[in-house]
């Protein structure tokens, strides 16, 4: 398993280096399913809960892969034709694996009637005006994730986190909108700048290099794009990237 994470880390991967992936994917559920056969009946819904968590972390770690192949393939800037629905599986991995994470302290939810105080509500909506694919680097793609991740990462269960992705015939738009902790007005500027937490995220427990906003800011200025940041303290923070389209014409 670190093998194939550590292989799924870089920035690059080729076609034999995806096989041997895969091969170790494989690997990993045989040994899996082979422990899960031989436990006791007595720990069948513990040893189950342990399949499922695996199988969802290769899954998240295929997802990086498929995305790797097509960046070494096609450049990092290439802009990509991708799905409503491959996007949204995408972020609902993530969510997935965080949920997974918590062990319970939370779980995420895409019906409000379903909300509670220890779960969030999660609104995903991909959209394009011209047909049914919304094409974008996988860069731009990575930095959505990232932004999707801010949101849930500083606002509390019982919160709500609002994205979407919307194109048409000379932009990509991106926005994500949370009603977490929000940020001062006087570093709305500067959390773009690399290292830069506000002053009310610093006491949050964080495993992240304060990079992400720093990643979305120039990431959308290589493209040509612009960012938005409106936020208000213990109210909302919405992040807003436009970026004009760069699609080959066929």
Known sequence: MQELALLVSRKSVG??????IRGLHNDVLQDVNRAAAAANTGE?????????????????LNIRLNELERQSSD??????????????????AFFDAVERNSRGGYRFVDNIA???????????????SNSDQITMPLLVKDVFRDLVA???KYTDPGGNILAGVFQDAEHLRLVVEDNGRGIPEESIESVVDFG?????????????GGFGL?????????????????SEINYYTRIKVVIPNQIPKL
Do not use: C
């Not at 379903?114 to 394009?128: A, I, M, N, P």
């Open 214 to 230: 720093t990643k979305a800011y120039y990431i959308t200025k290589n493209f040509g794009g612009r960012m938005w940041i409106e």
């Open 114 to 128: 379903l909300k509670d105080d220890r779960s969030y509500f999660v609104d995903l909506q991909f959209h394009s």
């Open 44 to 60: 069948s819904a513990q040893v189950q809960a342990i399949v499922d968590s695996i199988e969802k972390i290769i899954e998240v």
């Open 15 to 20: 076609e034999t280096e995806a096989e041997k």
């Open 150 to 152: 801010n949101a849930r």
């Open 75 to 92: 450049g990092p800037e290439a802009w990509i034709a991708f799905t409503a629905e491959e996007l949204r599986a995408d972020i609902l």
């Open 196 to 208: 830069i937490r506000a002053g009310n995220a610093r006491s949050k427990t964080s495993y992240g």
